[in-house]
């Protein structure tokens, strides 16, 4: 029985030594080891929803006006012009002249314009004019009409005096539009405006 209690106890102390051994042998904690490498990249997750449109924002103050453009350069793709001389022999009897003006088409006729020009000492005149003679007794009325492809000049004088004439250049414009007269931004009895406006030649034409 004495044999089995000094067994136990050599037992005990044994167990005691060894544990004593094991705390008493640990060291300090050593220092952090270095990083290891990155691992690779994990799969990409679901998209999520679309959240909701935030509200609108406050419209903005007005911008100031922004300066305005220069004007474009007019054409001339539905005029014509032409140049004639006339002479004491063009008129007939009954003081007219009579005017070949292909351009002029029905549809001129009907929705053109038709300007006739006379070259007098002092500029362009259009037609129709009245010139006064300075005796104030004489007054003489030069007129145009149209019709399908001519202009035809009319000389009134008062009293009659079949001896005068007006001769020398006439220049006659033709203009293609239904808006008339009214839909040009020129003064027609300004020749030299009119041909700015419509982009033709100062000089001697026809057919242009």
């Known amino acids: 029985m ?22 008493s042998c640990e060291g300090p904690e050593g ?5 290891g490498p990155e691992g690779p990249a994990g799969q990409a997750g679901a998209t999520g929803p679309a959240g909701a449109d935030g509200a609108d ?11 305005q453009g220069a004007s474009g350069q007019n054409g001339n793709a539905n005029v014509k012009s032409y140049t004639f001389t006339v002479g004491n022999s063009d008129y007939s009897a009954d003081n007219k002249v009579t005017l070949d003006v292909p351009a002029i088409t029905q549809d001129i006729v009907d929705n053109g314009v038709v300007l006739v020009y006379w070259q007098s000492s002092d500029g362009w005149r ?7 003679t300075s005796s104030g007794l004489t007054t003489r009325t030069l007129m145009s009409n149209y019709s399908l492809a001519q202009v035809v000049l009319q000389l009134r004088t008062i009293p009659v005096d079949n001896t005068f004439k007006y001769t020398g250049t006439f220049r006659i414009v033709v203009i293609e539009g239904n808006a008339g007269k009214k839909g040009y931004d020129v003064d027609f009895s300004d020749y030299e405006a009119v041909i700015n406006y419509f982009g033709l030649s100062l000089d001697p034409w026809e057919g242009n």
Do not use: Y
Request: charge should be positive; glycine fraction near 12%.
């Open 57 to 67: 924002g406050a419209t903005g103050a007005t911008g100031a006006t922004g300066q």
């Open 31 to 35: 220092p952090i080891g270095p990083q």
């Open 126 to 132: 259009l037609l129709p004019f009245t010139f006064i």
């Open 2 to 23: 004495k044999t089995f209690h000094f067994s136990v106890k050599l037992l005990l102390i044994a167990l005691f030594a060894a544990l004593f051994s094991l705390t």
